[in-house]
């Protein structure tokens, strides 16, 4: 891992990614996403107005896409006609861009993904010059496929979305980072700076979250608060952790100590 990463044909310094949901206004939306550094915000189409909706607030008047990489999303679909439908809009309402999050949910009670509707219309999106980056499940099987269908970035949950649970099983991202040939981004779960850095520590290449900010007490600060997190995450990962060890181990040497 360096410094930097590439998703599709950018690259970017921040590993952090950030949606736009769930804030008391767009004012907070702008310090919040400012805090955290980020350099890509997803917005959900089905529920943001980017410009589809005239005389009425437009979210792309705080998050200019000069300044950021906005990255539609199709949250709310639950088929995979709907979520290549959504992908379809965006790109028109976006002048042509193409780099979309693409997620199709189970069931509207734990927004799992539907992990068959998902490989349809990730196959059908990336035929279509989409560079598709694919929320999943943190199945490794499962993971490898999308990268195999041509996905830009696949995106396992860490936990249900909005849980705030954190990494619940770490085993299986980790496999899924060490088998994988395109970046490896945790979506969804996270709750706290602390879950952020572990999932950067397991080698992940980013992370992209929303209500742990937005549902914080002070946005702005958590926001600020993950920006760290996330950095640090990569460094201790970068930096190799010490070797994990059953019983106790002197951390000064034994030679020269005064004998009585």
């Known amino acids: 891992m360096s410094n930097t990463f590439t998703i599709g044909n950018k690259t970017y310094n ?8 769930k804030y008391k206004d767009l004012e907070q939306t702008r310090l919040a996403i400012e805090a955290s550094g980020a350099e890509i915000v997803t917005v959900a189409i089905r529920r943001t107005n980017i410009g589809q909706t005239p005389n009425e607030p437009n979210l792309l008047e705080v998050i200019s896409p000069d300044k950021y990489t906005i990255l539609p999303n199709t949250a709310g679909c639950y088929t995979a006609e709907d979520a290549i439908r959504t992908c379809r809009l965006a790109r028109e309402l976006l002048d042509g861009h193409n780099l979309v999050k ?22 059908v999106l990336v035929k279509d010059d989409f560079q598709v980056m694919v929320y999943t499940n943190d199945d490794p099987i499962i993971a490898k496929r999308f990268e195999e ?47 952020a850095a572990i999932a950067m520590e397991l080698g992940c290449d980013g992370v992209l979250m929303n209500t742990a900010i937005a549902a914080a007490k002070q946005p702005i600060l958590m926001a600020s608060a993950m920006k ?33």
């Open 149 to 195: 269908l041509g996905c830009v970035a696949v995106m396992p949950l860490a936990a249900p979305i909005g849980s705030g649970l954190g990494i619940q099983n770490p085993l299986n991202i980790m496999t899924i980072v060490e088998n994988a040939d395109v970046p490896i981004l945790v979506d969804a779960g996270v709750g706290t700076a602390s879950d």
């Open 14 to 21: 921040s590993r952090l990614l950030v949606g736009t949901g």
């Open 102 to 123: 693409l997620e199709v949910l189970g069931d509207q009670k734990t927004l799992y993904p539907d992990i068959t509707a998902s490989l349809e219309a990730a196959k």
């Open 228 to 260: 760290k997190a996330i950095e640090a995450g990569y460094e201790a990962y970068m930096a190799g952790r010490m070797p994990r060890k059953r019983y106790a181990s002197a951390s000064s040497p034994l030679d020269g100590l005064i004998n009585k």
